[in-house]
């Protein structure tokens, strides 16, 4: 999520059926990749109050797949600050406006039986080896061990041919840039692209197929 600009935009809008990064660059970009012809579901890590999720079940729904959810659901956990000092936890909590974050995502994404909803530290958050993933998006915790973390969450069990996204590249976040960078040098052989969605502050990773061992 943007940081500073974000807390001065009308809390009241971003509730059911809104999200902060524009999830519409998401589909747009699973569309035209033709994500849906390869076997697997969505991860999101990082859902706030569900607008974001209810775009990708959506998507999902048309093609019979599901869309796991992972947050932690408390406002206060990532304390991380933006270049101006602003912390992600304040942030967040200026939104709420004293609502429950578990309350206000349950109410957006009521109805939806293709979400699966992880209510966790993305840390705890394990999936078997035979669950797949043709795309994630990452916008959780932005201290640089948990973008670390998700990113292996998700890039694990993401299919050959699959994108992974992450949220606050090249924006106000030094760190989760510096750490993005890092994660797709380490991991150059396997990646095929690298696209910069620029006016979204997104990075998407395709992974490459072919790999030994896929
Ligand atoms: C920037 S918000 C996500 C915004 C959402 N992607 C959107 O555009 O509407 C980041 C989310 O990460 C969650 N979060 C923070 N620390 C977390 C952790 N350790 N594990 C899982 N989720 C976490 C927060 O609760 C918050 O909902």
């Not at 912390?87 to 109805?111: H, P």
């Not at 993401?158 to 760190?175: A, E, M």
Request: glycine share 10%; aromatic share 10%; proline share 5%.
């Amino acid at each position: 999520m943007p940081g500073s600009k974000k807390v001065s935009e009308n809390p009241t809008s971003a509730g059911a059926g809104n999200d902060f990064v524009g999830y519409e660059v998401l589909i747009d970009f699973m569309e035209k990749r033709r994500l849906p012809k390869l076997e697997g579901d969505l991860i999101e890590i990082g859902a706030f109050m569900g607008g974001g999720t209810v775009k990708l079940a959506r998507f999902a729904l048309k093609y019979g797949r599901r869309i796991y959810a992972v947050d932690i659901f408390d406002p206060r956990a990532d304390k991380t600050p933006d270049k101006s000092g602003v912390k992600m936890c304040d942030i967040y909590q200026a939104f709420l406006q004293g609502r429950s974050q578990l309350e206000v995502y349950q109410q957006a994404t009521n109805g939806f039986d293709n979400i699966v909803t992880i209510n966790k530290d993305s840390k705890r958050v394990r999936f078997p080896r035979g669950q797949k993933f043709v795309f994630g998006f990452i916008d959780g915790n932005h201290q640089p061990d948990y973008v670390i973390n998700d990113f292996n969450l998700v890039w694990r069990n993401l299919v050959p041919g699959g994108s992974s996204g992450f949220h606050d590249y090249n924006f106000d976040l030094p760190q989760v840039t510096e750490t993005i960078d890092s994660l797709i040098d380490k991991h150059k052989d396997e990646i095929s692209e690298v696209n910069e969605i620029k006016q979204s502050h997104i990075v998407i990773l395709t992974k490459r197929k072919g790999l030994p061992g896929k």
